[in-house]
């Protein structure tokens, strides 16, 4: 079975800082790429970075500079440093588990919100 259990969200300030947590299953995170998403009420859901079992990562160009994404494969977990934020990364952030390239291979956390007030 696999779990996706994310944490850190919350309600800050713009300018300020949050860490997100997923702890995942170790059947899954030892063979997957990991990644962070986020929806907006009224938009789709968009990957924001993700890192593979590499650790070579990958940026959305709206967060360049400004998050960066880590993975403690003895934890099984990944992390999603988030700073400078800004109250349009306002959103639901969800963990994602990506062993391969069918549809099928993705697994994803409930969800976590954050919300960045002006």
């Known amino acids: 079975q696999v779990q996706l259990v994310e944490s850190g969200g919350g309600l800050v300030q713009a300018g300020g800082s949050l860490r997100l947590s997923c702890a995942a299953s170790?059947?899954?995170?030892?063979?997957?790429?990991m990644g962070w998403y986020r929806q907006a009420p009224g938009k789709q859901r968009e990957l924001v970075a993700q890192?593979?079992?590499?650790?070579?990562?990958n940026y959305a160009d709206f967060v360049k500079g400004r998050f960066t994404i880590s993975r403690d494969n003895a934890k099984n977990t990944v992390y999603l440093q988030m700073k400078s934020l800004k109250p349009e990364d306002t959103a639901v952030y969800y963990c994602?588990?990506?062993?391969?390239?069918?549809?099928?291979?993705?697994?994803w956390g409930q969800g976590t919100q954050v919300t960045v007030s002006s």
């Open positions: 170790a059947n899954i995170f030892s063979i997957s790429a």
């Open positions: 994602n588990a990506n062993k391969g390239p069918f549809y099928s291979d993705n697994y």
């Open positions: 890192i593979t079992t590499t650790g070579r990562t």
